[in-house]
């Protein structure tokens, strides 16, 4: 995470350079001085953050959800600047943390959410080196819990609800690759992520032993 120069030959919203930020270093950049400008004009980037991800996965993915990409953004910038601006009141990150996603949740919103909200666990690390008892760590696992599918690697998120995006096949499939990926065995508790993962692991257990000791064990094999 950094913060960005107001130096810009075009000038542009906080949320868009922050967007700009991740499609071009993979970091989000947070303007020390905010600009108050509309930040309408981070939406043409984060359509462009979904073409590249679809390149990168090419498989079947949800449509983008314009609003639901927006706000969830603009939480995701939010949580950046309260990571770094440590004197904001525990008040103020409650109120911007509960603001609800505008749409009801569907494969498109829970995907178009994700296109920011993936980098959550990074986000999480650092909030939770300064200080895991911090009003802010705890905002963080709910949010995790509250979106499975960009949280992964989270741990201690409990009671998540997979509902929203399980059934899509596309979506199944990364939420399974990235648990494989973070080695994150506590979210094998689904019985369609166990099984597409046992699935996947076959006989060729030892690509991820510590998710397979967890599928392959006595009491998984006999349900």
Known sequence: MQKSSDNQSHPASDLARCIQS??????????????????ADALPIIQQMDGLARDELAIELPAL???SALWAARLFYQLCRFTVCRDIPAEQINLTCGIPCP???????DW???????HLPRLFQLAHHFSNADPLVQQIRQIASDWPLSSVGIAGSEK???????NHPGLRRLYAD???AAGDVSRL???????????DLGIHRELAPS?????????????
């Open 22 to 39: 991740l499609v071009n270093d993979g970091r989000a950049a947070i303007s020390a001085q905010p600009s108050g400008m509309d930040d």
């Open 65 to 67: 959800s314009p609003a």
């Open 103 to 109: 749409e009801s949740r569907t494969p498109d919103t």
């Open 112 to 118: 178009s959410a994700d296109l920011t909200l993936r």
């Open 160 to 166: 998540m609800r997979l509902g929203s995006f399980v």
């Open 178 to 180: 990235r648990i494989v």
């Open 189 to 199: 508790g689904d019985p369609r992520i166990a099984d597409l993962l046992r699935a």
């Open 211 to 223: 998710i397979a000791a967890r599928l392959f064990e006595p009491s998984h094999d006999a349900h």
